[in-house]
């Protein structure tokens, strides 16, 4: 078959069974959209903006597990996409970003729309490939899925320069079926030695804890992780990314780690003599004042790439391998072994955690004549049966979703947790319902963050992907207000905004619908009309209280057992719980 | 301490700056770095000397190991191995100082490679140590110029870093 160069693209694309891409038109790409014009296999996305592009292939991605794929032009339209680039990058999703480029010819001569997209990317892409051959077109693309969905996965760009996809040049396509790279082979199963220490390190533990992130759900590994928990008996705890990884509503479960996490989480991880990091990083937010991390601890850390092993937290038993070959060699073993974990032991630790649990750290005063945002997620956890995709952008909002809306599957919570993007959370609600048209699926966002792509709900209703928006509206940039709050003596420079939208009229201008509620008894009814109307994306803007703070909390490089806590009445008070 | 990492890279446009990339944004220092191809001219291979605790180390080699275009890397200061540098010394040499400057050479085992009425120019190998002596035993005042390779190794014995 004889192709030219913008036919191989589409092609490939078909071929690598690619569902949608996400993409903006411009003058480099255009010999690619019209090749996209004359086919219906491969559904196009437009977006209103790149960025809005990069994190609807992101959203899909994160809920489908397969990579997300998306289509800019060159230059500006390049440089748009790079912040969706860095935010899959920071959270290790699939993605294939094709760029356009100048032609070859005048590569590097400063031509209209030129920008180097192969070294403007390099520092948040897993790999970028800038395409010189047309005959190396289709490979090129097979390489980039290769490298994206495997190993840690990761965005990939193939920026093609314009001659390349000249419809007037014609190769023999054929689209390899594998590819292979001599310098990329990432480690599958763990190294049994490592393993068997790390499995007689568990069975002496007596106050074990469960570590657990993103990495479990990139790597298919949630029902691996939950019969490894129950095998052992021992607590639970996720990160952030981590979240449904393992059912929240399980009792081994203690809730989210680190900065807004639970008291008993935090204070598990703090106390804990074995520590079993699985596919988590110790990033910053987790793991607080380093040289306080978890003093008494030895730590097995499972990781699919080698550089995140011992990069913040020196580990003592590591495994390099994916979570879930890993997990069940760890479970033959376990399974195979007459040691038991101490009974005894863990009935004393269970009770200790229990005891933190009583403290109830995610009690909000329930009687207030204001809108509590952590009530509006209960209530639309209740009113989704805690069935529904929820994305999220950044801030208070995210912090509140990701703490009341327990998630008991994985793939279901989809927010920017390493480069924390506002602006994420309505395209990629956008990339979750096209890909799951019947589950509901909701956008918990702020009046600050649905404002960096709110130009996406005209996406929305051009391509039928209705989403509920759930904007929790404190007039304020409310994490940047809470820190101010705590560390700035209330000096609120610049995090309150005099004049926001509104934002009915403007849903209504984009052709959706818009509901306003200020008072807690209008929370249920609201949800509940929103979510019956199954056609209609609804946004909902709700008046909640200014002033809530996001409890517990970690201030920044402060230890696990240094938290602040909210008490009853609902105002805060620090306490030293050690 | 000093490392001298010898890495095996694919001979692609760019790779080179995926690795000087890599170490400022990730705040490595780089106090020398080569690279020219090597016998298979699929494959460049690059020695680059940075110095950090062994924390560092360990990040910088996984770093680069992670790079798809990185093939194989090795860290030379682990084993026993033979390092070399190139220098060549641009010298004014007057009637009075002509002899000295080649008995000088002569003794570092250095060569003179080009002479003029006014100058001679010292091709020099080995250790960076024995270049920075040669440096330090001639009147700084005479040198004209000074180009150096950066230092260069390999393993002894039968291992070595190939595909």
Redesign the interface.
Same mark, same amino acid.
């Given at each position: 078959m004889e192709l030219n160069g913008a036919q191989i693209v589409i092609q490939s694309l078909k071929d690598e069974g690619v569902e949608y891409i996400f993409g903006y038109p411009g003058g480099a790409v255009l010999h690619l959209y019209d090749a996209l014009f004359q086919q219906e296999d491969v559904k196009h996305i437009l977006v209103r903006h790149e960025q809005g592009a990069t994190h609807a292939a992101d959203g899909y991605a994160r809920a489908t597990g397969k990579p997300g794929v998306v289509l800019v032009t060159s230059g500006p339209g390049a440089t748009n996409a790079i912040t969706g680039i860095a935010t899959a990058y920071m959270d290790s999703i699939p993605m294939v970003v094709i760029s356009g480029q100048v032609p070859s010819p005048v590569i590097g001569s400063d031509a209209f729309q030129e920008v180097d997209m192969v070294g403007i990317t390099r520092p948040c892409v897993k790999h970028n490939f800038l395409v010189k051959d047309v005959t190396k077109l289709a490979e090129t693309i097979k390489k980039a899925f290769y490298v994206a969905t495997t190993g840690r996965p990761g965005p990939v760009v193939v920026d093609i320069p314009k001659d390349i996809t000249d419809p007037k040049i014609k190769v023999p396509y054929k689209y390899p079926k594998k590819v292979s790279i001599r310098s990329y082979n990432p480690a599958v199963t763990g190294h049994k030695g490592q393993i068997k220490k790390a499995v007689d390190l568990l069975l002496t533990a007596q106050k074990p804890i469960i570590y657990s992130g993103g990495g479990v759900i990139l790597g298919e590994a949630s029902k691996e992780l939950v019969e490894f928990s129950q095998l052992l008996g021992f607590p639970v705890t996720n990160t952030l990314m981590g979240l449904g990884a393992y059912p929240a509503t399980d009792k081994q479960f203690v809730g989210m780690l680190g900065m807004h996490g639970t008291y008993e989480a935090n204070m598990a991880m703090h106390d804990s003599d074995v520590i079993i990091a699985i596919g988590a990083r110790f990033d910053d937010r987790v793991t607080g004042k380093l040289d306080q991390f978890c003093p008494h601890a030895q730590i097995i850390h499972i990781d699919v790439d080698p550089a995140s092993i011992s990069k913040t937290v020196k580990v003592t038993v590591p495994i390099v391998g994916e979570v879930k070959p890993v997990l069940e060699q760890m479970m033959e073993m376990l399974r195979e072994s007459k040691k038991k974990p101490s009974k005894k032991a863990l009935e004393s630790w269970w009770k200790q955690i229990e005891q933190w649990r009583a403290i109830k750290c995610m009690e909000y005063d329930r009687n207030s004549p204001l809108i509590k945002p952590q009530y509006v997620i209960e209530q639309l956890y209740e009113v989704t049966k805690g069935e529904a995709y929820i994305t999220s952008d950044v801030g208070q909002h995210q912090m509140w979703a990701a703490q009341y809306y327990p998630f008991d599957k994985p793939r279901h919570w989809i927010n920017s947790g390493g480069l924390g993007t506002m602006g994420f959370g309505l395209p990629a609600a956008i990339g979750v319902k096209l890909a799951f048209p019947e589950s509901e699926v909701a956008c918990v966002t702020g009046d600050g963050s649905i404002q960096m792509c709110i130009q996406e709900l005209s996406t929305a209703l051009q391509y039928n992907a209705p989403v509920k928006i759930i904007n929790l509206n404190n007039s304020y940039l409310g994490m940047v207000r809470q820190w101010q709050e705590f560390t700035y003596e209330s000096r609120y420079s610049h995090s309150y905004m005099d004049t926001i939208p509104d934002f009915v009229k403007l849903t209504e201008a984009y052709g959706h619908v818009g509901i306003r509620i200020s008072k807690p008894e209008e929370v249920r009814p609201a949800l509940e009309e929103a979510f019956a109307m199954k056609e209609r994306t609804v946004f909902l803007d709700i008046l909640t209280d200014r002033t809530e703070n996001v409890y517990p909390m970690i201030e920044a490089g402060k230890a696990h057992n240094d938290m602040k806590l909210r008490v009853a009445n609902g105002t805060s008070t620090d306490r030293e719980l050690a | 301490m000093r490392h001298i990492i010898s890495i095996l890279?694919?001979n692609e *446009?760019?790779a080179l *700056?995926?690795v000087a990339?890599l170490f400022s944004?990730r705040g490595y220092n780089i106090e020398s770095l080569t690279v020219a191809p090597t016998e298979d001219p699929s494959l460049s291979r690059m020695t680059l000397v940075t110095r950090g605790n062994d924390?560092i180390i360990? &990040?910088i080699t %996984? &770093?680069l190991? %992670?790079l798809?275009?990185?093939?194989?890397l090795i860290d030379l200061a682990d084993s026993v191995h033979i390092e070399r540098e190139l220098m060549m010394v641009k010298i004014r040499a007057t009637e009075q100082t002509r002899e000295e400057i080649r008995s000088l050479a002569d003794i570092f085992r250095g060569k003179i490679i080009d002479v003029t009425p006014t100058t001679y120019i010292v091709e020099m190998t080995g250790p960076s140590s024995k270049l920075d002596a040669f440096i330090a035993a001639i009147d700084g005042d005479t040198i004209i110029e000074v180009v150096r390779s950066g230092p260069t190794g390999i393993s002894r014995g039968e291992k070595g870093l190939h595909?």
């Open positions: - | 890279i694919e *446009s760019g *700056s995926r990339g944004a924390d360990e &990040q %996984k &770093q190991n %992670k798809i275009d990185v093939v194989k595909l």
